[in-house]
């Protein structure tokens, strides 16, 4: 078991998490310490960042996104279907697909709909593969084109460049030095 800041034992998912430590409301605790950290939000079905005094609180308390999301939200989140909703609206968006483990596109209506729902492919990512991705090498793919993109190279822990093909390749492949930054670089 991981244990929090409050010295207590959190079960990971494959321990079959304790459920009512995802659903905890974010506590400062007593001290004076001003630490970044993330707590499960259920309402939103996603870890959010709230500031930590450095002692007591409970136990939906974090150091990193990738931590909660691995407790808390994997599960309930990337493992949905995608649900495009009643509504007629027309919003490209981003699902997890575990299948294939990796995050595919589809059109989402506007209401409704389910948490595995992320406006971008790296959220996505971010959100429900963030270890998997950032330790893949960069991949140029089939294609003979000449597109300068990024790769979190987890040697250097940084994010570089590199030329990619225009097609195949892996999921470690972003269009912004800071697209790869927010995803991979904790």
Same mark, same amino acid.
């Given at each position: 078991? $991981?244990?929090?800041?409050?010295?207590?034992?959190?079960?990971?998912? #494959?321990?079959?998490?304790?459920?009512? *430590?995802?659903?905890?409301?974010?506590?400062?605790?007593?001290?004076?310490?001003?630490? $970044?950290?993330?707590?499960?939000?259920?309402?939103? !079905?996603?870890?959010?960042?709230? *500031?930590?005094?450095?002692?007591? %609180?409970?136990?939906?308390?974090?150091?990193?996104?990738?931590?909660?999301?691995?407790?808390?939200?994997? #599960?309930?989140?990337?493992?949905?279907?995608?649900?495009?909703?009643?509504?007629?609206?027309?919003?490209?968006?981003?699902?997890?697909?575990?299948? !294939?483990?990796?995050?595919?596109?589809?059109?989402?209506?506007?209401?409704?709909?389910?948490?595995?729902?992320?406006?971008?492919?790296?959220?996505?990512?971010?959100?429900?593969?963030?270890? $998997?991705?950032?330790?893949?090498?960069?991949?140029?793919?089939?294609?003979?084109?000449?597109?300068?993109?990024?790769?979190?190279?987890?040697?250097?822990?940084?994010?570089?460049?590199?030329?990619? %093909?225009?097609?195949? %390749?892996?999921?470690?492949?972003?269009?912004?030095?800071?697209?790869?930054?927010?995803?991979?670089?904790?």
């Amino acid at each position: 078991p $991981e244990f929090s800041p409050t010295g207590k034992s959190v079960m990971n998912l #494959a321990d079959s998490v304790d459920r009512k *430590v995802c659903s905890l409301p974010p506590q400062t605790g007593p001290c004076k310490a001003r630490m $970044e950290r993330y707590f499960y939000n259920p309402a939103s !079905s996603s870890c959010e960042v709230f *500031v930590y005094g450095g002692c007591g %609180g409970n136990e939906n308390n974090f150091k990193n996104q990738e931590q909660c999301m691995k407790t808390c939200g994997i #599960a309930e989140v990337c493992n949905q279907p995608p649900e495009t909703g009643p509504c007629k609206a027309y919003f490209n968006r981003y699902y997890y697909d575990p299948a !294939s483990m990796c995050c595919k596109h589809f059109i989402y209506g506007g209401c409704m709909g389910n948490q595995n729902n992320f406006i971008t492919n790296a959220q996505c990512l971010q959100a429900c593969l963030p270890d $998997e991705v950032c330790n893949q090498p960069p991949e140029t793919g089939q294609c003979d084109g000449h597109f300068q993109k990024y790769f979190y190279n987890s040697t250097s822990m940084n994010c570089e460049d590199f030329v990619y %093909g225009g097609c195949g %390749g892996n999921q470690n492949n972003f269009d912004t030095k800071g697209a790869c930054m927010k995803t991979c670089h904790t």
